[in-house]
T-cell receptor, first 112, second 118 residues
Framework: KQEVTQIPAALSVPEGENLVLNCSFT??????LQWFRQDPGKGLTSLLL?????REQTSGRLNASLDKSSGRSTLYIAASQPGDSATYLC???????????FGTGTRLQVTL | EAGVTQFPSHSVIEKGQTVTLRCDPI?????LYWYRRVMGKEIKFLLH????????ESGMPNNRFLAERTGGTYSTLKVQPAELEDSGVYFC????????????????FGSGTRLTVV
């Protein structure tokens, strides 16, 4: 059974700092890994999707890496801004099922 | 292109009542999924439709939950009768294809329906 863990559960950083969010999964036989952002009271916004054959994906100030063999992914946010404050979730697609397994998320607060 | 639309955005009902949640996927997306997040827990899969057929309903908690997708377009999730533990946020998502290897865009999620059972 796939389990996804995200560390830390919460993080507070001053504006401008670079930061790393971590995601680990127990079953390395994944099809892809997706990072989402959730703002309070809002839905999930897809940030980056990494296929199992890829090592990383970049979008603007965001860079996600994937090490499938070790069951880890990181989301790197450069030059953080207050607008980055949100909960960040990673989710993996495993096996033949089409369902995503989510982590519990990292709640990020970027302060002025 | 319109995204995944869910309504209502919030619903407060009394224990024992019935509630119906609706999801309109992105046009052309045959695959529709329901997920739910109970307070303090991770988001968990409920079920998956391919067009109007239930492909996987292994995550449905019990027979008080009934999902339908008439005509392969919008979907409804009915909870009858609602219990306190059903409170949470119910998300709907859609995707273009089922096989992840041929779907580079992943899933698009709706804003969710926050259900509170009192």
């Amino acid at each position: 059974k796939q389990e996804v863990t995200q560390i830390p559960a919460a993080l507070s950083v001053p504006e401008g700092e670079n930061l790393v969010l971590n995601c680990s999964f127990t079953d390395s036989a994944i099809y892809n890994l997706q990072w989402f952002r959730q703002d309070p009271g809002k839905g999930l916004t897809s940030l980056l999707l990494i296929q199992s054959s890829q090592r990383e994906q970049t979008s603007g100030r965001l860079n996600a890496s994937l090490d499938k063999s070790s069951g880890r992914s990181t989301l790197y946010i450069a030059a953080s801004q207050p607008g980055d404050s949100a909960t960040y979730l990673c989710a993996v697609l495993t096996g033949t099922a089409s369902k995503l397994t989510f982590g519990t998320g990292t709640r990020l607060q970027v302060t002025l | 292109e319109a995204g995944v639309t869910q309504f209502p955005s919030h619903s407060v009902i009394e224990k024992g009542q019935t509630v119906t949640l609706r999801c309109d996927p992105i046009s052309g997306h045959d695959n529709l999924y329901w997920y739910r997040r109970v307070m303090g827990k991770e988001i968990k899969f409920l079920l998956h439709f391919v067009k109007e057929s239930k492909q996987d309903e292994s995550g449905m908690p019990n027979n008080r939950f009934l999902a339908e997708r008439t005509g392969g377009t919008y979907s409804t999730l009915k909870v009858q009768p609602a219990e306190l533990e059903d409170s949470g946020v119910y998300f709907c998502a859609s995707s273009l294809t089922r096989t992840a290897l041929t779907n580079p865009y992943g899933y698009t999620f709706g804003s969710g329906t926050r259900l509170t059972v009192v």
